[in-house]
Protein backbone atom coordinates (compact mmCIF):
# COMPACT_ATOMS: atom_id res chain seq x y z
CA UNK A 1 0.00 0.00 0.00
CA UNK A 2 1.18 3.25 -1.00
CA UNK A 3 1.48 5.99 1.80
CA UNK A 4 3.24 9.60 1.50
CA UNK A 5 5.34 10.25 4.27
CA UNK A 6 5.42 14.48 4.97
CA UNK A 7 7.53 16.41 6.97
CA UNK A 8 8.84 19.94 7.55
CA UNK A 9 6.18 21.60 7.90
CA UNK A 10 5.96 24.87 11.19
CA UNK A 11 5.98 27.95 11.63
CA UNK A 12 8.15 30.79 10.35
CA UNK A 13 9.19 34.56 9.99
CA UNK A 14 8.42 36.49 7.18
CA UNK A 15 11.43 36.19 5.22
CA UNK A 16 12.22 32.93 6.74
CA UNK A 17 12.66 29.96 5.22
CA UNK A 18 11.09 25.94 5.17
CA UNK A 19 11.99 22.68 3.61
CA UNK A 20 9.42 20.10 3.24
CA UNK A 21 9.92 16.85 2.36
CA UNK A 22 7.58 13.99 0.85
CA UNK A 23 8.76 10.43 0.76
CA UNK A 24 6.91 7.60 -0.88
CA UNK A 25 6.91 4.28 0.15
CA UNK A 26 5.01 0.74 -0.10
CA UNK A 27 5.81 0.96 -4.37
CA UNK A 28 8.68 -0.27 -6.14
CA UNK A 29 6.49 1.39 -9.19
CA UNK A 30 8.03 4.24 -11.08
CA UNK A 31 7.39 7.44 -10.04
CA UNK A 32 6.16 9.77 -12.49
CA UNK A 33 5.39 12.93 -11.41
CA UNK A 34 5.74 14.89 -7.83
CA UNK A 35 3.98 18.04 -7.25
CA UNK A 36 3.10 19.92 -3.97
CA UNK A 37 0.06 21.73 -3.17
CA UNK A 38 -1.25 23.88 -0.78
CA UNK A 39 -4.72 24.88 0.63
CA UNK A 40 -5.05 28.61 2.22
CA UNK A 41 -7.15 29.08 5.15
CA UNK A 42 -10.85 29.22 3.10
CA UNK A 43 -9.34 28.86 -0.23
CA UNK A 44 -9.20 25.98 -2.63
CA UNK A 45 -6.18 23.58 -2.60
CA UNK A 46 -3.40 24.89 -5.45
CA UNK A 47 -1.03 23.93 -7.36
CA UNK A 48 2.81 25.36 -5.89
CA UNK A 49 5.20 23.44 -7.90
CA UNK A 50 5.53 19.90 -9.92
CA UNK A 51 8.44 18.36 -10.86
CA UNK A 52 7.17 16.44 -14.56
CA UNK A 53 8.83 13.07 -15.59
CA UNK A 54 10.09 14.70 -18.09
CA UNK A 55 12.28 16.64 -15.38
CA UNK A 56 10.90 19.67 -16.64
CA UNK A 57 9.15 21.72 -13.00
CA UNK A 58 7.00 24.00 -12.73
CA UNK A 59 5.97 26.68 -10.73
CA UNK A 60 2.97 28.87 -9.18
CA UNK A 61 3.36 32.36 -9.69
CA UNK A 62 3.71 33.58 -6.30
CA UNK A 63 6.19 31.60 -5.33
CA UNK A 64 8.67 31.83 -8.50
CA UNK A 65 11.95 33.09 -7.44
CA UNK A 66 11.63 31.56 -3.90
CA UNK A 67 10.53 28.13 -3.85
CA UNK A 68 12.55 24.97 -5.56
CA UNK A 69 10.87 22.05 -6.34
CA UNK A 70 13.74 18.90 -5.90
CA UNK A 71 13.78 15.28 -6.13
CA UNK A 72 15.65 12.56 -5.14
CA UNK A 73 14.81 9.70 -7.43
CA UNK A 74 17.07 6.58 -5.10
CA UNK A 75 15.24 7.67 -2.34
CA UNK A 76 11.94 8.54 -4.07
CA UNK A 77 11.33 11.54 -2.48
CA UNK A 78 10.11 15.12 -3.08
CA UNK A 79 11.29 18.42 -1.96
CA UNK A 80 10.38 21.84 -1.79
CA UNK A 81 12.38 24.50 -0.63
CA UNK A 82 10.43 27.83 0.69
CA UNK A 83 12.25 31.11 0.94
CA UNK A 84 11.75 34.46 1.32
CA UNK A 85 8.94 32.96 2.70
CA UNK A 86 5.49 35.64 2.99
CA UNK A 87 2.40 35.50 5.63
CA UNK A 88 0.32 34.58 2.25
CA UNK A 89 2.18 31.62 2.06
CA UNK A 90 0.44 29.96 5.10
CA UNK A 91 -1.66 27.38 4.44
CA UNK A 92 -1.53 23.44 4.67
CA UNK A 93 0.77 21.83 2.22
CA UNK A 94 0.31 18.50 0.25
CA UNK A 95 2.41 16.70 -1.66
CA UNK A 96 1.17 14.39 -4.82
CA UNK A 97 2.65 11.85 -6.49
CA UNK A 98 1.94 10.02 -9.89
CA UNK A 99 3.21 6.34 -9.53
CA UNK A 100 2.89 4.25 -12.93
CA UNK A 101 0.33 1.58 -12.79
CA UNK A 102 -0.99 2.80 -9.37
CA UNK A 103 -2.16 5.77 -9.67
CA UNK A 104 -2.23 9.49 -7.71
CA UNK A 105 -1.46 9.59 -4.73
CA UNK A 106 -1.49 12.40 -1.87
CA UNK A 107 -0.06 13.11 1.37
CA UNK A 108 -2.02 14.17 4.69
CA UNK A 109 -0.95 17.60 4.56
CA UNK A 110 1.52 19.65 6.43
CA UNK A 111 0.31 23.01 7.90
CA UNK A 112 3.02 25.83 7.24
CA UNK A 113 2.09 29.22 9.04
CA UNK A 114 4.39 32.36 8.06
CA UNK A 115 4.15 35.41 10.71
CA UNK A 116 4.55 38.84 9.67
Known amino acids: QVQLVESGGGLAQAGGSLKLSCAAVGSTFRIRNMAWYRQPPGKQRELVALWASDKTTTYADSVKGRFTISRDYAKRMAFLQMDSLKPEDTGVYFC??????????WGQGTQVTVSS
Open 96 to 105: FVDISVEGNY
